[in-house]
């Protein structure tokens, strides 16, 4: 059943419904990268919320009108309405007023949500049993998404994806180096405003499949998850498309195989999984990496103390550099030094002396910057200066081994 | 409105939106100006996994399992996000927008993989709250004030909410010095001596706390909002910290009972039948009064000098 699904074998709708969520997710990362670049990762919450009321008034206008009030796209017109009234209220709030953007994202959420829940329990009084589906803006629902629901999703999907992928240059600028975009000339708050309206659209659009509150997962796990595998902003862009697109995926089809798994939280939790897998594995950002490479720091500091004092003769206490001197052949486990340990620690005790000469000489000061106690001296200097350095220490009648 | 109405239907549920708003909006102050005003929203979401698991446990819907429930699930978030800012090098609020979207959703995943749908347990409710059914059914009039067998039978939401609202109180008076100082210059906090590491997690625990005993009573949405307009608003008021924690009172309290009147008897008044959600009416008239504040308050600019004092 799940491979069935996997590779769309579960009839049309479902297909439909799989494909449509993929191109959502491909969106919602593409576009929640720039977000996320330009540290704005929780404004899609507050734009995400502010939908409802919009929702809501759009099914009052449509029955009113003498409609059903559930056409689709007069629901998201209505959605993407309030969501930009309540971008520009983050905005305006943030910009006018001394209220830093996090309570003005707060506000505007909690605010434009209550009025949602207001409006929603007068739709529940005006006209029982008509509103059923609404609710599952909250959560998301594709169980009762009928064909011409999934093509809508499908198209704007796209096109938003379309969009991002033409605007990606001044987008990844902007969110790059803003002072260098408006130095060459760009309109970086026009910029700014597009990418806040892709957001838009992606969470607009978003909305019938996984719901208002769990649309802010599309747009920030896969943007975070990619940042661990990549430095370039490109790249990170589209990392986190594929990796939204997979989540999608494989959380849609998961849903269309078993009747109880809701689509909305699956794919978040696909997205999740993804993210807790690169946040421990990434190379180089990753946490087992970063543990790694702090041993391994660790060891060379431990061994470098430790040869320092074997080479003047100073007793060792420090189990772990004793054990790590052991383990390397130059110590026995009395601590004292093997012939290959007394030819390294001096050696060590040699470049440090080198090290303490060039970093008070100003002629080698650019050398004596790289100094951390562990690097080699002869992948600083060249073979003369070294023997330069040690005509020096000859002169001075120093240690030398 | 008489008593015999207004005290079994109305008294209970007013006090406790008042003492919801007051306890949510006296942390808000600080954690607004720490800029982690997100957290109550982070807090909010958290929570429905934490009951749901609670349920599953102990198969019964009953207080002390689901408040323990949902602290614990706001301690797990609060150590998730940190843990996440950190092993992940991410900043703040995306490293929040993970953990609490992906906690949320497993909450909801949860709900509908098991077998609630004969409990009143569901998301709607953990969204709307019922402030509106928090009925005092033996009270006859002002005088079940001074009944005790009458004041036995007040819903317990309203007791509770009391002694968070005195807990959350003492906290903020106790600890009044420490967190005025770290919270606007954490640098002198720690020259002198102050632990703000052990102060910042005791003030966001304070906040779940508030969190999580009017989560139940009212719903999350009134939760965020009564963390965040009111402290906003009254930032708007005034520059002195003492000033803003009571105007923001002053302006919780106010959303609260205007907000109930306006659920209960404003649909009347235009001539529908039902009333609305009092807890999202609540939000609303915060969200005014914050508009009203933004657009008129002495101090709504940054950096603007203060008027003569």
Request: charged share 15%; with cysteine.
């Amino acid at each position: 059943m799940i491979w069935e699904a996997l590779t769309l074998q579960l009839g049309y709708n479902a297909t439909l419904v799989t494909l449509g969520a993929t191109l959502l997710g491909m969106a919602a990362g593409v576009g929640g990268t720039f977000l996320f670049l330009r540290k704005r990762a929780l404004v899609s919450d507050a734009i995400s919320h502010a939908t409802l009321p919009g929702v809501a008034l759009a099914f009052m206008v449509m029955v009113a009108f003498g409609g059903d009030g559930r056409n689709l796209i007069g629901l998201l017109l209505g959605a993407a309405l309030s969501a930009a009234a309540g971008l520009l209220l983050v905005s305006w709030l943030s910009n006018r007023t001394r209220l830093a953007e996090d309570a003005a994202i707060g506000s505007v959420l909690s605010v434009f949500f209550g009025l949602g829940i207001v409006l929603l329990t007068v739709i529940q009084t005006m006209s029982a049993g008509r509103q059923a589906g609404l609710e599952d803006f909250l959560l998301g629902s594709t169980a009762g998404m009928l064909r011409n629901d999934a093509l809508i999703i499908a198209v704007a999907a796209a096109l938003t994806l379309a969009l991002v992928l033409l605007l990606r240059r001044p987008l990844t600028l902007a969110s790059f180096d803003p002072e260098y975009g408006t130095a060459i000339g760009q309109n970086v708050p026009r910029t700014d405003l597009a990418m806040m309206g892709l957001v838009l659209a992606v969470t607009v659009v978003g909305l019938k499949i996984v719901g208002l509150i769990l649309i802010v997962a599309l747009l920030i796990i896969p943007p975070v998850t990619a940042r661990f595998w990549s430095e370039r902003t490109d790249h990170v862009v589209l990392i986190s498309g594929a990796l939204g697109g997979i989540a999608a995926y494989i959380g849609a089809a998961l849903s269309a195989a078993q009747p109880n798994l809701p689509t909305g939280p699956i794919i978040v939790l696909v997205g999740f999984a993804l993210f807790a897998l690169s946040l421990l594995l990434a190379p180089g950002r990753g946490a087992l990496t970063a543990l790694l490479r702090h041993r391994r720091y660790q060891r060379r500091v431990h061994l470098r103390q430790g040869l320092l004092a074997l080479a003047h003769g100073q007793p060792i206490y420090e189990q772990l550099t004793l054990r790590l001197l052991r383990a390397e052949g130059y110590a026995l486990p009395d601590g004292v030094a093997t012939k290959a340990g007394r030819g390294r620690a001096a050696k060590a005790l040699r470049d440090e002396t080198r090290w303490q000469l060039i970093r008070r000489d100003p002629a080698y000061e650019a050398a004596a910057q790289q100094y951390d106690g562990l690097t080699p001296i002869e992948t600083v200097l060249t073979a003369d200066q070294i023997r330069e350095i040690d005509s020096r220490i000859d002169m001075r009648g120093g240690v030398m081994a | 409105m008489n008593g015999s109405e207004f005290v079994p239907l109305s008294l209970v549920p007013m006090l406790t939106g008042i003492f919801v708003a007051v306890a949510c909006a006296l942390p808000g102050n600080f954690l607004v100006l720490r800029r982690q005003a997100l957290i109550g929203d982070a807090i909010s979401h958290v929570v429905l996994p934490g009951i749901v698991v609670a349920f599953l446990l102990t198969g019964v819907v009953s207080t002390w399992p689901m408040l323990l429930g949902a602290a614990g699930a706001a301690l797990v978030a609060v150590l998730a996000i940190e843990g996440v800012r950190r092993l992940g090098k991410i900043e703040s609020g995306a490293a929040m927008g993970v953990v609490f979207t992906a906690m949320f959703a497993g909450g909801v995943l949860l709900l509908e993989q098991s077998d609630t749908s004969n409990v009143h347990l569901d998301v709607e409710h953990a969204l709307y709250g019922n402030l509106e059914s928090l009925i005092w059914l033996d009270a006859t009039g002002w005088a079940s004030l001074f009944d005790p067998e009458a004041l036995a039978t007040v819903p317990v939401e309203l007791p509770r909410m009391a002694v968070t609202l005195l807990f959350v109180a003492l906290f903020t008076t106790l600890f009044w010095r420490p967190l005025k100082i770290s919270t606007f210059d954490e640098g002198f906090a720690r020259t002198i001596g102050m632990k703000t590491g052990p102060l910042g997690l005791g003030l966001v625990i304070v906040a779940a706390i508030a969190a999580v005993a009017a989560f139940d009573a009212v719903g999350s949405i009134i939760v965020i909002a009564m963390f965040i307009c009111p402290p906003a608003a009254a930032r708007m008021m005034t520059n002195r910290l003492e000033h803003q924690i009571a105007w923001s009172v002053l302006f919780a309290t106010l959303a609260a009972i205007l907000g109930y009147v306006l659920a209960g008897y404003g649909p009347l008044w235009i001539g529908m039948r039902d009333s609305v959600s009092a807890a999202g009416m609540i939000a609303t008239v915060s969200g005014v009064v914050l508009g009203l504040a933004a657009l008129m308050g002495p101090h709504r600019q940054r950096g603007a000098a203060a008027p003569a004092a």
